[in-house]
């Protein structure tokens, strides 16, 4: 098999749960996922399956939307529900509604952000998290050594509800943004402590719910085997969001072998390319994906960085 298959992953398992129970299932041994979930989160989960793995690292440049609910009032080490309480709880009222979506203006477009101790960051080869635990099982007095700060980006922040402790809000958001982080990090704005409780992905890699199935139903023996397959995304249906290019025949032919395309090759007109659009998808006459391509410098040429055939 060769492709994606969306999950939508339940509250608990991590993303390399995920994958394991999905190999199991498919009997596939090439699975992959593109971004990782906390088991705290639930959502949109996109694997990559087969030769559908050489397309992962595309991933990255796409955006992803959450819907996350933040508790204000009460700090976390983790940043999350499943953290221990650091620094005092808030006692006094919590800010309005207009003084809360004022401050996630800070939050809005692109700034530099705090990635959480407990999370998958390297420091020095090892992850932040294992370090965090360390520190926390030898309770040392000395600072916990913080990932350092990433740039990421808030596309928006939407303010949906606010109710007691709890602000809804939904989020469109790149590649290595952390909401924990946004939580925590507007707690500290308001001045009342802040972490995340509830989180759901809701689309990733151009993939929303709506093409998602569920890891209990596909794990549902030879019915959940059957309903895995109808789920299951072609090469050709990945990375909808990207440009894709139809070429002729002998175009194709030289994609598979990682030659440059030229204007005479295709049948669309590469000048419709967006402006700005690094990657196209080079599609052979039939619709099926040939390669991914990048434009460089010289005008007018794609040239195949991935090759699927």
């Known amino acids: 098999m060769d492709g994606m298959i969306v999950i939508d992953k339940p509250i608990g398992p991590t993303s390399h749960d995920v994958v394991a129970r999905v190999r199991r299932v498919l009997q596939e041994r090439r699975i992959g996922h593109t971004g990782t979930l906390d088991p705290i989160a639930s959502g949109v989960l996109p694997l990559v399956v087969g030769r559908g793995t050489r397309l992962a690292r595309f991933f990255d440049h796409d955006r992803k939307q959450y819907d996350a609910l933040v508790y204000l009032g009460r700090s976390t080490d983790t940043y999350d ?35 959480p101790a407990y999370s998958a960051k390297k420091i020095d080869g090892r992850r932040s998290h294992e370090l965090a635990r360390e520190h926390a099982r030898e309770g040392s007095d000395a600072e916990l050594t913080l990932p350092p700060p990433v740039s990421v980006t808030a596309h928006s922040i939407d303010l949906v509800n606010v109710r007691d402790n709890l602000v809804a809000l939904r989020i469109a958001c790149s590649t290595g943004f952390y909401v924990r982080s946004l939580a925590n990090d507007l707690g500290v704005a308001l001045g009342t402590g802040g972490h995340l409780v509830a989180l759901r992905r809701t689309e990733a890699g151009g993939m929303t719910l709506a093409s998602a199935v569920s890891l209990a139903a596909i794990e549902d023996g030879p019915a959940g085997l059957g309903l895995a397959k109808e789920s299951f995304v072609p090469l050709r249906g990945m990375l909808p969001g990207m440009p894709a290019i139809t070429l002729t025949e002998e175009g194709a032919r030289r994609a598979a072998h990682g030659v440059a395309i030229g204007a005479d090759l295709v049948t669309d007109n590469l000048l419709g390319l967006p402006v700005g659009a690094k990657w196209a998808r080079l599609l052979d006459p039939s619709g099926e994906l040939v390669a991914v391509s990048e434009r460089r410098d010289e005008p007018g040429l794609l040239h195949p960085v991935v090759v699927l055939v």
């Open 81 to 115: 529900a499943h953290g221990a309480t650091v620094g005092p709880l808030n006692e006094g009222p919590l800010p309005a509604r207009e003084a809360i979506d004022r401050a996630l203006d800070a939050f809005r477009g692109t700034f530099t952000q705090q990635p």
